[in-house]
């Protein structure tokens, strides 16, 4: 080769780099402008909670606890341990501020589509094409839910790790050696560890071994159409059997089996995995090729996205599964009658078929009938079809390359702004699930997110019409009824709200919550001892919940066990020693008991923390004035926080004004006494409270008598759970 013609090739090879450059930087550029609405994105109230924000173990960051959990524990139905110490990470590293966690899965999902198209690049040596997979599969609307939803962070975190598998065993492809396999493996295995769907990857990595790689032996014997870069690996390593490149992948089909059977047991386990009684297998089935075609749809035509799509079941109409069975088989056909002359068409169909199979509902997890988030990994099979076809089919019209990158341009800016669009519908809960709604039919999930959100909000009655509407297609939701037994709670729709909790709990649903509500339900309806049962099996579920002990304790002093009632409050504060609501009824409890002294340091507990606790300042100065301990009588003291508490109620409460009398009674204060005690007298005698009319009446007689009121326990105006 001559010195011109040197230069010329480096002149040219350095060319190529920088296009290569240039892409790799406006592939990256523009993944961040479609997907720049994160930055205002929060959480999500749809598993994001289970995942991250309500999670002990993952708030707690990277601890050695923590990380053991990861491993030894399943966590939402799956074993995924990377993801859950990628989530701790972010939480170690920004706490719970949303933003940080949604870059984390962005700078994820931008890595992937430049590890695709480098390894697109270097096996096939088309860069064009290579460019445009990289670039639909980074702009794509239907990776948003992968990249927007902090909860599915193991989408593009197992997708990094699927990249990266498939780049070591390029490298590996090139010239095979014992290390370079063992990369391969250890990719492989962190990225089962990240999501189990990777299970599929030794397939595809067969596929490769066809095209573009070449690797096959009889590649050149039956004139098979290969790309310079799968060319030359036939002449340097001669090919190899095809006995030989199933054999070297035995290691990663026993792990990817391993992985299937712990992945079905956890779910089994968890109750993710719907029975054939539920879903039977013929309708598993014509599911699976509506599916399949759905998919494609949303791929070419990406519109009317969801978070969730409800399972048809037996509404599904039997002639859309056979039409779309046809399709699938007709395709699947096609591809392999054309594999001859067009290599990568059997390749991306056969990728596209194979890595849906975990998630095609063959097996059923969840209700749902398909999810976007589903196509992250196999939707490169369809944008590798389009990459290389489209060249294919225009190959003789004039001005080809000029026209085809004009498309590919065009193409990936409307899905950019589709990306754009579809990442705001993720801002937040509301915005999330109303979208889903006005783009789906009887999506009771989406009503069931949607009532949640409104129940947060405090808008009860809208969220009960939602989660009506969720029982309309679903009678028999457990969580469902549950949380509308909770919203019937706070409306004080007592009857309606214990005949939800009961149907719920006979659904097993979250139970622990149900019982509590239940309980609290029975206890305002004037049932305790219901309640104490109902509180009882709330702490059989969980020992460790302090509101469930403060609940119980409250029935046992309605029914006269204040001992117990002391041992439950005291539990409640050892768990959370901030509990000022269980505090104040401990204090209460131990006067009943005779407690007086320890009475008083935990009312001084509480005001030391909180000067302006109502609660406390009635509690304290109720029994400064009234006890008949003399060493704790401090009447004027007990005057000083009667007054307080009276002037931040603006004198409007009924039962601290009845505080104020005793404290003035008790200083010899007595017209004064008199004075707030007929105040409080027309104030119960005008809410009809006939009980307390007479104790206030009797308590008037002795003010104007000139006595002061003893009395060994206070009035303890708010005892509900």
Known sequence: MSKRQVILSSILQTGKKLDVALICMVLALATFIAYGQLQRNGFIDYDDAAYVTENPQVKAGITRGSVVWAFTNSHVGNWHPLTSLSHMLDCELFGLNPLWHHMTSLLFHVLNSLLLFSVLKKTSGATWASAFVAAAFAMHPLHVESVAWVAERKDVLSGFFWMLTMAAYVRYAERPRIGRYLVVVLAFCLGLMAKPMLVTLPFVLLLLDYWPLGRLQWARQIGLKTTRRSELMIVNYKGATLQRIVFEKVPLFVLSAVSSIVTFLVQRSAAAVAGTDVISIDLRIANTFVSYVRYIGKTIWPTRLAVFYPHLQDSLPMWQAVCAALLVVAITAGTIWRARRECWLPVGWLWYLGTLVPVIGLVQVGAQAMADRYTYIPAIGLFIIIAWGLPELTARLPYKNIMLRGMGVGVVLAMMVCTWRQVGYWQNSYTLFEHALDVTSNNYEAHRGLGTVLFKQGRFEEAISHYKETLRNKPHHANTLGDLGLALLQLERYDEAVRHFHRALEGKGDTQKWYRGLGTALYRLGRPEEAIVQYRQALKLDANNEMVHKSLAIALVQVGEAEEAVEHFTEALRLKPDY????????????????????????????????????????????????????????????????????????????????????????????????????????????????LTEVFQSRLLLYKAGRPYREPSPLDEDTSP
């Open 580 to 691: 000022l609501d269980a505090r104040i009824h401990l204090v209460y409890a131990l006067v009943e008991l005779g407690g007086i002294e320890s009475a008083v340091e935990h009312c001084q507990e509480i005001l030391r923390f909180k000067p302006n606790q109502v609660e406390a300042l009635n509690a304290l100065a109720w029994i400064w004035a009234t006890t008949d301990n003399t060493k704790l009588q401090k009447p004027i003291y007990a005057v000083e926080l009667a007054r307080r508490a009276c002037e931040l109620t603006n004198y409007e409460n009924t039962g601290l004004l009845d505080t104020l009398a005793a404290a003035y009674a008790a200083a010899g204060r007595f017209p004064e006494a008199v004075e707030v005690a007929e105040k409080a007298l027309r104030s119960a005698q005008s809410s009809d409270q006939e009980e």
